[in-house]
Each structure stands twice: as C-alpha cells, then as structure tokens.
C-alpha cells in the first residue's frame, strides 16, 4: 500500500495528525499491523496484502486476536481492520478501502492519466484491427482455463492476447492434465511467454508499487485500446469466495466495453462505486451465476457471440456504449 493509500486511511478513521510507527509484532497473518498514536488514544490498523484480497475467516483471526490482547492486558484494544472487500460492511471495526480504486483516482487527479488519445476516431470501423483485448499476464488458474477456450475456439487470433510467463514443461502437463486441455492448447502453453508488444506493462516492470511506473499500469493503454471493440477483464481472483477488484476492471470502464471474467458481484460492486456497465454489448446475467465454471462458460459465450458477429453490428454495439464510456470518465475526473 502507497503512502497516499495511509494517508487517506488516517485522514478518513482520525481526521487528525498522526504519529506513526511500524510494528510487526501482532501476528495477523498476510497483513502489515501499524501502530497509530494521536494524543493519549492508541489505534492499530490491520492492513490486509492486496494480492489476495481479505476474507472473512481473516477477519474473524484478527479479532479474536486482539481480543484476546484485550484479556490479557486488561483493556480494550482500539484496532480497524482495513479490507477493499466489501463483504466485510457487515463487522464491526471494519474500514472498506478499494486502494486500486482510490489509487486510480489519484493517479488522474495527479495528472498521470492522459485520456484523451482513447477517444480518437472512436466511430471509425477502420481503425480496429482486432476484436478484443485480452491482457492475461501472470498464470492464474481461471486465467489459464479461459485462455484455453480462447484457443481451442481459434478466437484468440481475433484478439490482442498476452500471456505473460513461460510456463515449465512439468507444470504445463500437470495443468493440463487436471483440466484436460486439448494438445492444441498445450503447445501454446509451451511457446509462451506473449506479449502484444513493448508497450504492455508487465509485472516485471510493475513490482516496486512505490514506481512512477505504477501510475502507467493503473493506466490503460491508448495503442491497444484504439485497435479494439471491448476488453475481456481477467481479475485476478474469480472462484474465491471473498470479492476482490483490481485495475484489471478499473482502468478500462472509462474508456472501452469490458466484459470481466471475475467472481460473482462484480459488477453490482462497481455499479455501487457509480460506474456504468455495458449490458447493451454483453449479456450481464453472468454476473449472479453462483457456480464458478457455468459463470466461466457464460462469459465465455458471450466473447464468442461478438467475435462471430458481423463487424459493421459489432461496431453498432460499440458505440452505443460511448454514453457510458463517458460517464465513466466524468465519474474517475469527479466532473460529475
């Protein structure tokens, strides 16, 4: 988490100057405990890691943990669990903070965010070269297994596709076999890595949060955008229970239709956010399917729809979304 994350935290829970300093000795697993002071009241903050999101079995750790500090001291304990997982609403001592939203915003706010290259010639037909846009980057199973009925389908030809890592021959196999994967597919799997072209922004470039580079990956990007109809989102978390959204969604409601191969709730969490969805290109049911591989299926079936349909509809459903593209973008600049 950045330091505008912490400070936003502070400013929203305390409305005050604080005090800080570290402390990892609380034992809450996969997340960083911060000791605040302000004046004669001590506050600790459990932020929870964002590569995973939190859980409510998190959660129900953490307090009996500083319960039981409680007992043994003598006195309650003043601690706020910190999750962007809005499930949590419900328990007390929860602060709901989306830091790849709010980091979006203030990557805009800054004046990192250039938006006005995605919009050029945007009625223009000519100026697609694919269908979709596609970016898989580091393998995660429903990652994996979407990508395979991209190419047992052949629509992967139809999109802008990366797959970031070269996956091992033994871990190849072992996938594959698990999941019964076609030869076909496995022998994309093993000439990967791909990439659209320099200008993707991958993990390797992505790892110190703290690098202005970070800015241009909460950011999409203008080269790909402009060759595309829609965007197929590839969240980083989709049969887990707990919800949990990344730039991977963010970044492309302002400026693209996206269909997101995410968990369920998805978009209803982002239509509380304010954002508007695009149920005039794609068939938004898939979002309340419960069963991760019918809901996987579904999403799938609707990329297929698109990529079969006649290019000159295609484009009629692609404009018909610029309302909502719009909005969307007033929503992140606050010109709303």
């Not at 052949?154 to 196999?173: A, C, M, N, P, Q």
């Not at 992505?206 to 060759?227: A, F, G, R, V």
């Not at 197929?232 to 239709?257: A, D, G, M, N």
């Amino acid at each position: 988490m950045d330091r505008d994350a912490l400070n936003y935290i502070i400013q929203e829970v305390e409305k005050l100057k604080v005090d800080t300093k570290y402390n990892f000795d609380y034992g809450v697993p996969g997340a960083l405990t911060i000791d605040y002071y302000t004046q004669n009241i001590h506050f600790i903050f459990v932020v929870q890691g964002t590569a995973d999101g939190s859980n409510e079995e998190q959660y129900l750790k953490c307090k009996s943990l500083f319960d039981y500090h409680g007992v043994l001291n003598g006195t309650k304990m003043n601690w706020i669990f910190v999750s962007s997982n809005p499930q949590l609403s419900k328990y007390p001592n929860v602060l709901i903070f989306d830091q790849y939203f709010e980091s979006m915003i203030r990557t805009f706010e800054h004046g990192k965010w250039d938006t006005n290259p995605l919009f050029n010639n945007v009625s223009n037909v000519n100026n697609k070269t694919h269908r979709f846009l596609c970016y898989g980057g580091v393998p995660r199973s429903h990652r994996i297994i979407f990508l395979s009925k991209l190419v047992d389908s052949g629509i992967v030809d139809l999109g802008l596709v990366s797959f970031h890592r070269h996956l091992e021959k033994h871990e190849y196999i072992e996938i594959c076999e698990k999941n019964n994967f076609s030869d076909k597919f496995i022998h994309y799997l093993s000439n990967g890595p791909y990439k659209i072209n320099d200008d993707e922004y991958t993990l390797e470039k992505t790892l110190n949060y703290m690098n202005p580079i970070w800015d241009e990956y909460l950011s999409p990007n203008p080269s790909h955008i402009q060759k595309v109809y829609f965007n197929v989102s590839l969240e980083t978390s989709f049969y887990e229970p707990h919800l949990f959204i990344t730039e991977k969604t963010y970044k492309f409601l302002p400026c693209i239709p996206t269909i997101v191969v995410g968990q369920k709730g998805v978009l209803s969490r982002v239509k509380d956010l304010g954002f508007k969805t695009f149920p005039m290109m794609f068939d938004e049911s898939y979002d309340e399917i419960e069963d991760g591989d019918s809901r996987m299926n579904f999403i799938f079936n609707e990329v297929k729809k698109l990529c079969e349909m006649d290019e000159e509809q295609l484009n009629d459903l692609y404009l018909s979304c610029r309302e909502n593209i719009d909005y969307n973008l007033k929503l992140i600049k606050g010109d709303l």
